[in-house]
């Protein structure tokens, strides 16, 4: 995909995680992007990001990782989803999925950081502090933490819906890099046991437009 300055090609491997949600958010944007990256699946309902072998490849052991490779040389290793975005579309900018120019580009850091602190994260403490099977992961599991979370979700969606009753996507006229982190949180919410009030008929118009879109498969 890259060459460096030296001319020796680039490798790389993302390491993904299934069906959670921040390796879905990088599947979702290279699907955008229309960049196919060779991938090696991490099981972490048998614990595998613990293990030795992928410590040493992320040691905070969470997914996605991308691996970067010189041939005959060490590799980098980018963590957490949205650097692993960044790097992507600092690679191909088009189509630009976190702005264009200096307005649009702050818009949508603004929006993509309001999605992840106040849905995204809360979703995430819902499902980690609540469903019984996370209580090998969590350790302890704060269940008044998790129950103390739903409000905040929707709070945020009813101020959403609110927005989006004066434009089509999350930070603006066009689909972003904001619209991936609201869609998976979103989504997330399924196995959250929450879900989308029937009167929010705006942020229920954006989530069938985005869900529509061939990457939300990804």
Same mark, same amino acid.
């Given at each position: 995909m890259e060459r460096p300055g030296n001319g020796k090609a680039l490798t790389m491997k993302l390491?993904?995680?299934?069906?959670?949600?921040?390796?879905? !958010?990088?599947?979702?944007? /290279?699907?955008?992007?229309?960049?196919? =990256?060779?991938?090696?699946?991490?099981?972490l309902g048998a614990l595998q990001q613990r293990t030795e072998a992928y410590t040493a490849i992320n040691p905070m052991q969470r997914v996605p990782a991308l691996v970067l490779a010189l041939v005959l040389d060490d590799g980098t290793v980018i963590a957490e989803s949205i650097a692993i975005c960044r790097y992507f579309e600092a690679v191909q900018p088009d189509p630009p999925l976190f702005g264009v120019g200096t307005l649009q580009s702050a818009l949508v850091e603004m929006w993509n950081r !309001?999605?992840?602190?106040? /849905?995204?994260?809360?979703?995430?403490? =819902?499902?980690?502090?609540?469903?019984?099977a996370?209580?090998?992961?969590?350790?302890?599991?704060?269940?008044?933490?998790?129950?103390?979370?739903?409000?905040?979700?929707?709070?945020?969606l009813e101020f959403l819906d609110r927005e989006l009753k004066h434009r089509a996507y999350v930070a603006g006229a066009d689909?972003?890099?904001?619209?991936?982190?609201?869609?998976?949180?979103v989504d997330f919410m399924r196995v959250s046991k929450m879900a989308v009030p029937d009167a929010l008929s705006d942020l229920q118009r954006w989530h069938k437009a985005v869900s529509a879109r061939p990457s939300a498969a990804a």
């Open positions: 390491y993904d995680g299934g069906r959670a949600p921040n390796p879905r !958010r990088v599947r979702i944007f /290279l699907a955008e992007k229309g960049i196919q =990256v060779p991938t090696e699946q991490v099981d !309001r999605a992840e602190l106040h /849905l995204f994260f809360p979703v995430a403490s =819902v499902f980690q502090h609540l469903h019984p996370m209580s090998r992961m969590v350790d302890p599991q704060v269940p008044q933490w998790g129950e103390a979370n739903k409000p905040r979700v929707m709070q945020f689909y972003t890099v904001a619209d991936i982190t609201a869609l998976v949180a």
